[in-house]
């Protein structure tokens, strides 16, 4: 009896724990609308700029896989760096790309992307296609965004494909022209980021 | 003056580039990891900016004029300068084997050009001629398998490569109608003028479109010139390949190793 009862609050107990972890389990797709939904409320028109920025912050740094766009940006030198080196980077790259992503999207007011379908790449990377509409001023925009499916529960933006162009891509080439100019010493790069992250 | 400049330029593209190595159409089927060659980055760099200044000086605050006007107005300018552009889009839809596409470009423009008054107004795409990707000699030798060459950036005209600055040597080789009737030929209705004019102006209309883009690439650069080359380089790969999902152009090779 009372090994009936202990199996049946066992069962009762695993199905629960199923049920808590899928549903935290969300598809790509909605994913990456929900975070869009969110960053146009945040982009509200009657919001201050400074509010706008720091709300995007936060959004960014629920949705999006900075370490992962970080350590792409950094190409092959990531590879040849000391443990400290890397936390010092993510540190200041953390910094930069909240001011930048922040920066970049408050430029808009109320933008309408539509989210219409995911392909999944591979174990790792799904890639959702969506649609910035149309206003009277800009052409309807194709957005592609890169997410990191490796974990179901927790998805995360790696890359935004705007209209074929990768803005990680875009980011890395940068890097990499920063780190060749100056004999491939990392350290240059270290003092454009700070340099960037602190001039107002 | 600007002819003479290009030409100039281009033969030393031509003498100077690896346009011979290239590996063609597997260059250009993904993004590669291998970058291009910027064999001139400090000249390059040098013109990058001075184009810069002349966009301060010039194209910047044509554009801001130029977006007080009336939205119809700008509508209507973009309008005829991307019917004008159709004429070059013509002849590289059948160097690329487009036939089907030529043939409705060639619709859209005759509708365009008389009952849309000159390309002002658009009503081709209302009968459901609707517009294709803008095609150029630099992305028809692309699709013929020639590779990028190296990197360069052109005095106001801004980034290319050695292929697409090779390419557009069509344009003055017979390639564009338009250039054909108002500087090649001395016809009675064109002048010089109208050419350079319509560019100028196309060249403010794109500013004009782009104008918070641009700055805002600008303030969150810390290399400008290096964003500002690997925009145009994934831009016109993807123009090559027609390419319409983010899946064509993509290299994924490039994320595998990311933990």
Request: contains cysteine; aromatic residues 10%.
């Amino acid at each position: 009896m009372l090994v009936k009862k202990a199996t049946k609050l066992l069962s009762v107990t695993i199905l629960s724990f199923f049920f808590i972890f899928n549903a935290f389990s969300i598809e790509p797709k909605e994913f990456v609308q929900q975070t869009v939904d969110k960053a146009a409320k945040a982009l509200d028109q009657n919001l201050s700029k400074d509010l706008k920025i720091s709300k995007l912050k936060v959004i960014a740094l629920k949705s999006v896989d900075i370490r992962g766009i970080g350590f792409y940006s950094l190409g092959k030198y990531r590879k040849n760096i000391s443990d400290q080196k890397k936390e010092e980077y993510l540190d200041i790259f953390t910094k930069y790309f909240l001011k930048t992503f922040s920066s970049r999207l408050a430029q808009y007011s109320d933008p309408k992307i539509i989210v219409n379908s995911q392909k999944k790449l591979n174990d790792k990377y799904t890639m959702v296609s969506s649609t910035l509409i149309a206003t009277d001023d800009k052409p309807e925009v194709k957005i592609d965004w890169r997410v990191v499916t490796k974990d179901l529960d927790n998805p995360l933006i790696i890359d935004l494909i705007i209209e074929g162009v990768s803005l990680a891509k875009v980011q890395k080439e940068e890097f990499y022209s920063i780190i060749q100019s100056n004999d491939g010493d990392i350290n240059a790069l270290f003092k454009n980021l700070k340099e960037f992250v602190e001039k107002d | 003056m600007s002819r003479i400049l290009k030409v100039l330029i281009l033969s030393l593209f031509v003498a100077t580039s690896s346009m011979a190595g290239s590996d063609g159409q597997n260059e250009l089927s993904k993004n590669t990891n291998g970058e291009i060659k910027d064999c001139f980055e400090t000249v390059n760099r040098g013109i990058f900016a001075f184009n810069q200044a002349i966009d301060g000086i010039v194209f910047k605050p044509l554009a801001k004029g130029y977006l007080h006007l009336p939205s119809p107005i700008r509508t209507g300018t973009s309008n005829f300068v991307g019917n004008l552009s159709t004429l070059l889009t013509i002849p590289n839809n059948v160097l690329q084997g487009d036939l089907g596409i030529a043939g409705k470009n060639t619709l859209r423009f005759i509708v365009n050009s008389t009952v849309g008054i000159i390309g002002i107004f658009d009503p081709a795409s209302a009968i459901g001629l609707n517009s294709y990707e803008k095609e150029d000699f630099g992305q028809t030798l692309g699709s013929w398998g020639v590779g990028e060459g190296c990197y360069v950036v052109l005095p106001v005209l801004g980034p290319s490569t050695a292929r697409d600055a090779l390419g557009s040597l069509g344009n003055y080789m017979g390639g564009d109608a338009w250039y054909n009737v108002t500087v090649k030929n001395d016809t009675r209705y064109f002048s010089d003028f109208d050419y350079y004019a319509s560019k100028g102006v196309g060249g403010v209309d794109f500013r004009a479109k782009n104008f918070d883009d641009i700055n805002n690439l600008e303030e969150n650069s810390i290399d400008f010139y290096a964003s500002v080359k690997s925009l145009y380089l994934q831009d016109r790969r993807k123009r090559i390949l027609n390419a319409t999902g983010a899946t064509q152009t993509q290299d994924d090779s490039d994320w595998e190793e990311i933990e």
